[in-house]
DNA sequence: GTTTAGGGTTCG
């Protein structure tokens, strides 16, 4: 032993089956540290080394303090393994913690003098013979061109129909607890989720505006971009106390293995127990894709959702507004301003009252609240008094009103259990009720929009 | 004192 530790190769350790084993890696993915099925808790890395990129090697860690569990801070950080056991699993070598003898180090990837590792778990020992290792791994890492790689799993938000589950390279925009242990994660990729349809008895008090949350605080939402879909991804309670756990906001991750459902017509992502994190650095491929992606969309389509061309034909026209810009429901719900009036291209998802003997008030005007949704939010508008009049047209009939309004919501004559609203461009008016409160005290109506049928 | 986990699909 003395002052100097063996560490052998990544390659080289089918030659230590069942041995215990140093090893010196770049930490490439990770799970977020989690309860086991078993009395521990875990984290699951992917490591490489100068001699061995792929495969790359499986490293289990198990604590009784999941707060013992190495927390990665960033991509390519390094983690020195000392005596941890070799396993030959499924025809691959492993790396696995042992209570009596393991311990760890991790240390910032990026070149410096500094040696001190960020983490240790308790038995470490550091020896000054490490800063050799980890100065010649950093060295590599700096000099060798990386990139997560493309994954044959990878699939955009846009292509997220018929796949259970998919590897989605995103960008993390918020972590938050949104009751006692139940943590959430926003997450975005610049494109939109599919339109789902809906079961035809699907009304207005059964469809959320948010999956998971009463809101999100304006000055979070503040934050989120204004066009494409933000993914709501809930966590499995495997994961205990997820925030302290998982610290990569605002930047880019390839989530491996996220679940994908659908939930009262909202899309929703399932951080499962399997799912693991490999953080991107800025410069990597599929990063720079994805934004030069987004930044075509937005210069040949503006706020436009993805499935609408300039030239698509509406059930509806907006008079006062034929060559304005169409913005999206995320900037109305965050814009500073204290009223306004935005053109959209939203779906007509449901209608309160349901009933069209209902939509006028017993005084007379019509006055109903209408639930509309665009790849990026969903609001409650309402749909009242000449705004009404203007909408359906004046003098009309019942029956004429409520056969107008089944065709935007998507119902369909058939027999059918499923409806699909067609998109639509109408104007919506806001205003905020209380100028110390704009976001909080905002609301919604449908103005200068006429329907063509 | 032992176990935990250890990746994966479907359509051209």
Known sequence: ??????????????????????????????????????????????????????????????????????????????????????????????????HKASSFALFDGRISDNFTPYQVSPTFHHLPKDDVFVRRLRNWSNNTPFDAGISDYAVPLKDINGHDFIDLVCMVLHVCE???????????????????????????????????????PPSVLYNFPRLGTVLTVVIDEAYVNFGNHFKIVRDWVRIRNL????????????????????????????????????????AQCGYLPSCISPTSNFLTEVPNFEQACCTTLMEILTSPLVHGTFKCVVRFLAVLPSEAKYFRSPSGPYRMTVTLEDPTARIHALLQNGDADEFFGERLDIDVVAMKMNKLLGVSELENSSRNPPWTVCCIGFHSANETDIW??????????????
């Open 1 to 98: 032993m003395g002052d100097s530790r063996y560490i052998v190769k990544l390659k080289d350790l089918s030659s230590f089956t069942q041995r215990k084993v140093n090893l010196l890696g770049l930490v490439v993915e990770f799970s977020v540290p989690r309860r086991t099925n078993g009395t521990d808790y875990c984290t699951v890395l992917k490591i490489i080394d100068q001699s061995q990129q792929t495969p790359e090697v499986a490293v289990n860690v198990f604590m009784k303090d999941i707060d013992g569990l190495p927390h990665l801070r960033s991509h390519k950080d390094i983690i020195l393994l000392c005596s941890f056991k070799v396993e030959f699993y499924n025809q691959k070598y492993y790396a696995v913690y042992d």
């Open 178 to 216: 949104v009751s006692s242990g139940k943590w959430v994660l926003f997450v975005w990729d610049g494109t939109d989720a599919p339109a789902v349809d809906l079961k035809k008895e699907l009304g207005a008090e059964e469809l959320p505006l948010q999956l998971e949350l009463t809101g999100l």
């Open 259 to 298: 679940h994908c459902r659908t939930v009262l017509g909202l899309w929703k992502g399932v951080l499962t127990p399997q799912t693991k994190i490999r953080h991107l650095s800025k410069d990597d491929n599929s990063v720079i894709e994805h934004l030069r992606d987004y930044k075509e969309r937005v």
């Open 440 to 453: 909080g005290s905002r609301h919604f109506h449908i103005c200068n929009t006429r329907l063509f049928m």
